[in-house]
């Protein structure tokens, strides 16, 4: 065994000149490395500890007296005697007297064992199936100009304002008792939040209605517990979004595909047995089309029929770019049926995990059980940093900016796609939201194109993965929250050079 010794400290005088000391001992290398002169004790400790633990220190392995360890790492004996009897005392090592100090047999139960597959396994074959949630950038090597939907830009976030909110938040939070919090979420919060809807997507309701999330995916997640059981019929939109019906799956769900068409979901083909319906009818993900109201009364009535719960989620509808904007499904919901799910993923960044639903009254207490039961709570420093945030109207002034900016990006995207690009793409019809989705011509390959626009440093998105069933179509999705202007053009400019080159 080897122990080696080592200290790292900006103060110059208590680094060693070697950059280490080694003690011969027996058979294997154990490092101790000391940081500082603090807490010297408890770092010996942790690393021999660890020694043990992992096999490095094998047992019935001698370890150096604590005389010899304590001049070696040039510490007075109490700390080593104090890490000694500690060890002993929680059974890592055991001491002879007048023989020294070994690590203990009963490590044994410790040793490694020859890996086996399968060892502990989930509930389920479920876990296997689900599909990776959805295309993101590729950590390894980002695209120049991407295309990625979902994401926001940063660069344009009032962090100023911000850091001001998040300093409320903090002075808040040290003047109180350290106890947990109310699981629906920050009153604050849930109130601006309640009048937020209110003015913007028609949403009536008291600050008591609204519970306060880790992102929608935690909403989604809350509303199939607390209301699925295993084998419920599940109806979700064809193509959809595939993280809802990942969380439907694992609940138990049996999930069936419901085609969307140009007015939305198909409500003549829902299954008669369904005990709830996921839907995005301001902004359909990911096709873009909005559901016309005459779909959004037939879907209500329906509910209402069946006494089955929708999932409306309204994922990036506060920006619209042509018409008036269509009020939400909630607006409309006189039955009770409606479990409206909102994020700031989209209008702020999705980092801030902090989403929102409010569910039909009925479903109210369970939820709030089952939030507690989740995580207790989320955040409240970010709860109470974005409360501010809002009611001081920095969150609405930044929608304004953020509305003018996606507008000319989309507008952009919508002149090399309509123009240069026209014979590659057809965009479909999109009047929300920021992304919109542009249909191949049938003589192009969706794997190709994205593959030769990666040649490109170009990164761009299919949605043929976004079928459950056949895809019926192959697309690129092309999301333009996170690149600005001058890369939309960059980008399609040397994507069209790129594909004009290959067709020589």
């Known amino acids: ?67 010899t360890l304590a001049s070696e790492l040039d510490v007075s004996r109490k700390t080593t005697l104090d890490v000694f009897e500690r060890l002993i005392g929680e059974g890592y090592l055991r001491s002879r007297t007048g023989d020294g100090t070994f690590v203990s047999d009963e490590m044994t139960r410790l040793a490694p064992t020859p890996p086996r597959e399968r060892i502990v396994q989930a509930t389920g074959a479920v876990w296997e199936t689900l599909p ?5 950038s590729r950590k390894d090597m980002p695209a120049r100009f991407d295309f990625v939907g979902g994401v926001t830009d940063k660069r344009l976030f009032p962090f100023d304002k911000w850091r001001k909110c998040v300093s409320h938040a903090l002075r808040i939070q040290a003047r109180g008792n350290g106890s947990y919090h109310d699981p629906s979420g920050d009153q604050e919060l849930r109130l601006a939040i309640s009048r937020y809807l209110a003015s913007s997507r028609a949403v009536v309701s008291n600050w008591q209605d609204v519970i306060v999330t880790n992102g929608a995916q935690q909403a989604i997640e809350l509303l199939a517990r607390a209301v699925i059981r295993p084998g419920d019929v599940i109806a979700v939109e064809d193509p959809g979004y595939p993280p809802a ?11 069936i595909d419901v085609p969307v068409d140009k007015d939305g979901l198909r409500v003549d083909a829902l299954p008669s047995k369904a005990r709830m319906v996921y839907v995005t009818p301001s902004h359909q993900f990911p096709l873009g089309m909005p559901m016309t109201l005459e779909r959004r009364l037939a879907l209500l009535e329906w509910a209402h029929r069946r006494g089955a719960l929708v999932i409306e989620d309204d994922y990036d509808g506060e920006y619209r770019f042509e018409g008036r904007p269509m009020e939400s499904l909630k607006s409309l919901d006189n039955a009770g049926v409606v479990a409206y799910v909102g994020t700031f993923s989209k209008t702020i960044f999705p980092e801030l995990r902090i989403g929102y639903m409010i569910p039909p009254s009925s479903l109210a207490a369970t939820l709030r059980k089952a939030k507690q039961v989740s995580d207790w709570h989320s955040s409240t420093l970010m709860q109470t940093a974005l409360g501010k945030f809002m009611l001081d109207g920095y969150f609405a002034k930044h929608l304004r900016h953020m509305h003018r900016e996606y507008a000319r990006r989309r507008a952009t995207l919508l002149e090399y796609l309509q123009g240069d690009l026209a014979d590659v793409f057809t965009p479909l019809p999109s009047v929300a939201g920021i992304h919109l989705v542009a249909i191949l011509a049938d003589d192009t390959n969706e794997a190709d194109i994205i593959a030769r626009a990666n040649q490109a440093s170009v990164g761009l998105y299919g949605i043929s993965r976004m079928f459950n069933t056949q895809p019926s179509r192959q697309g690129i999705l ?18 069209g050079e790129t594909l004009r080159a290959t067709r020589r």
């Open 132 to 136: 990776e949630a959805l295309p993101a």
């Open 245 to 255: 019906r990942s969380v439907f799956t694992a609940a138990g769900a049996r999930v």
């Open 1 to 67: 065994m080897w122990f080696r010794a080592a200290y790292s400290s900006s103060t110059p005088q208590l680094a060693l000149e070697s950059g280490g000391i080694a003690i011969r001992a027996y058979k294997m290398n154990a490092h101790i490395k000391l940081r500082g002169r603090r807490d010297l004790a408890g770092q010996i400790y942790r690393q021999i500890r660890a020694s043990i633990v992992d096999g490095r220190l094998a047992p019935g392995e001698r370890l150096p007296s604590t005389r």
């Open 478 to 495: 092309f999301g333009y929250g996170g690149i600005g202007v001058d890369d939309i053009r960059s980008g399609l400019t040397q994507l």
